[in-house]
T-cell receptor
Framework: GESVGLHLPTLSVQEGDNSIINCAYS??????FIWYKQESGKGPQFIID?????DKRQGQRVTVLLNKTVKHLSLQIAATQPGDSAVYFC???????????FGTGTRLLVSP | GAVVSQHPSRVICKSGTSVKIECRSL??????MFWYRQFPKKSLMLMAT?????????EQGVEKDKFLINHASLTLSTLTVTSAHPEDSSFYIC??????????FGPGTRLTVT
């Protein structure tokens, strides 16, 4: 299940399940969105990105959905594996600027 | 893909001392680099934009005299935490944009101030 508290929200799933991680972004002018995976003590690792003129993009086992109407982004991971356990961040970039603004993050725990 | 390195990966220093963290783009040039700070179980917060050949641009609330940034070359940016205090203990991460939309992140530097 999913819980929200003082720390990072956590999503716990069983191996093989599909995972959906959600993110609300703040800037309606943002034109580019990225999902990153961060393992403990490491820098963020690129997973998948999407431009604002798209509403869906698929990668290997991952899909990103963008709903600009409600400023919502989601990351779907198919057949989740224990190696997917990490913290996942969405990031947005306002048009013309390279700097990224990161969301609060979600911890994904995958049980074997 | 492009690689960004950071040095050191971990550093422990005493209160009042200064610490320098290096960020290097290993196989590409970066006129701009970004420095982030991350507290435990929190998100990355942008501190400043490092600009080669000019002054860094700091985000609101970040003390530029406390966090000195020097973009010495097209492959190197340094962050110096001056007169460090325990509240400066954090995970510092740099990134550099690629030719397209992508950004490449370094592995991070864990700073502990005792």
């Amino acid at each position: 299940g999913e819980s929200v508290g003082l720390h990072l929200p956590t999503l716990s799933v069983q191996e093989g399940d599909n995972s959906i991680i959600n993110c609300a972004y703040s800037n309606s002018a943002s034109d580019y969105f990225i999902w990153y995976k961060q393992e403990s003590g490491k820098g963020p690792q690129f997973i998948i990105d999407i431009r604002s003129n798209m509403d869906k993009r698929q990668g290997q086992r991952v899909t990103v959905l963008l709903n600009k109407t409600v400023k919502h982004l989601s990351l779907q991971i198919a057949a989740t594996q224990p190696g997917d356990s990490a913290v996942y961040f969405c990031a947005e970039r306002a048009g013309g600027f390279q700097k990224l603004v990161f969301g609060t993050g979600t911890r994904l725990l995958v049980s074997p | 893909g492009a690689v960004v390195s950071q040095h050191p990966s971990r550093v422990i220093c005493k209160s009042g001392t200064s610490v320098k963290i290096e960020c290097r783009s290993l196989d590409f040039q970066a006129t701009t680099m970004f420095w982030y700070r991350q507290f435990p179980k929190k998100s990355l917060m942008l501190m400043a934009t490092s600009n080669e050949g000019s002054k860094a641009t700091y985000e609101q609330g970040v003390e530029k005299d406390k966090f000195l940034i020097n973009h010495a070359s097209l492959t190197l940016s340094t962050l110096t935490v001056t007169s460090a205090h325990p509240e400066d203990s954090s995970f510092y991460i740099c990134s550099a944009p690629g030719q397209g939309h992508e950004q490449y992140f370094g592995p991070g530097t864990r700073l502990t101030v005792t």
